[in-house]
């Protein structure tokens, strides 16, 4: 009898996940995984590119509901909602909400983080690496809470209340190569765009140093589910949305390839394209 492979997801916003790990997501349901996706917020803060989908108060529901559209078409079954409240980008008004995951008490959200490791088990966690991709509040938090969760939750001294240990096998963290980023504002510039991501950004600091990166996996074989689920975040993804701007052959190169820094565990050479490399392989204790 084979286990089969679990992967976890852990985010702060619906389309967190689309852009950096929608093909590897796809992938692994493909290769039978049990994947299961969480969202901290419901991303009530962000702009709505198009207001006739959702308004200020709708907007967490709506978002819910994209979400759970985009895991449908990556063929992710198990959404979770942390149901926190979206903090908004730094030094704006809605860091102060109460109701915040910025304001929420750490050990809370690592413990029902940990709870959640030790129900499903999963033999792969991911979330953001530290800086959060460009440093969003929500991003960061939700990359030291699931680091914070992923420690604790193989120590049987630790949140004895929050089921039996269970320690992943690898921790992953999102990550954008600088030097890949660099050369599409380049190009873009080049090429006479004002591509929106590009514009204002510092690229010294922006994304991760390549030598940082563990993991390129190449998803262009699930690049149309992934399109698919890009596009049910329709209130983030408008029609003016910088991906749209960019050269089709540009686009698929930069949605074409996910890449990873491994942050706990062991990978080895075939972990570096199949983040699921040898786990979940027939193992009978485990059953
Ligand atoms: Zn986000």
Redesign the pocket.
């Known amino acids: 009898m084979t286990l089969a492979p679990g992967l976890l997801a852990v985010?702060?916003?619906?389309?967190?996940e689309a852009f950096g790990v929608a093909g590897v997501l796809a992938r692994a349901v493909e290769a039978g995984a049990r994947v299961t996706v969480v969202c901290a917020t419901r991303?009530e803060v962000?702009e709505i590119s198009d207001l006739a989908l959702a308004s200020a108060e709708t907007l967490g529901a709506v978002r819910e509901g994209e979400l759970r559209a985009a895991c449908r078409e990556l063929g992710v079954e198990e959404v979770y909602f942390l149901g926190y409240r979206?903090s908004g980008m730094a030094g704006t008004p809605e860091n102060d909400d109460p109701r915040c995951l910025h304001r929420a008490d750490p050990d809370e959200v690592v413990a029902r983080l940990v709870r959640l490791v030790r129900e499903l088990r999963p033999h792969v966690v991911i979330t953001f690496e530290p800086g959060?991709?460009y440093g969003?509040p929500?991003?960061v938090a939700v990359s030291r809470h699931t680091t914070v969760a992923f420690d604790l939750a193989g120590d049987p001294r630790a949140l004895a209340e929050a089921g039996p240990p269970h320690r992943p096998a690898r921790l992953y963290y999102t990550a954008i190569p600088r030097g890949l980023l660099r050369e599409l504002a380049e190009r873009a510039r080049a090429a006479g765009l004002e591509v929106g991501p590009f514009r204002d950004q510092d690229l010294d600091r922006l994304g991760v140093p390549d030598r940082e990166i563990t993991a390129a996996v190449d998803v262009s074989p699930w690049l149309d589910k992934k399109r698919r689920a890009l596009a049910a975040h329709a209130t983030q993804v408008g029609p003016n949305d910088p991906l749209h701007l960019l050269p089709d052959e540009w686009r698929d190169r930069l949605l074409g390839r996910e890449h990873f820094v491994l942050a706990r565990g062991e990978g080895g050479e075939a972990a570096r394209d199949d983040l699921l490399a040898g786990l979940g392989n027939s193992d009978p204790a485990r059953q």
């Open positions: 985010f702060a916003h619906p389309d967190d991303g962000g979206d959060g991709g969003h929500d991003h």
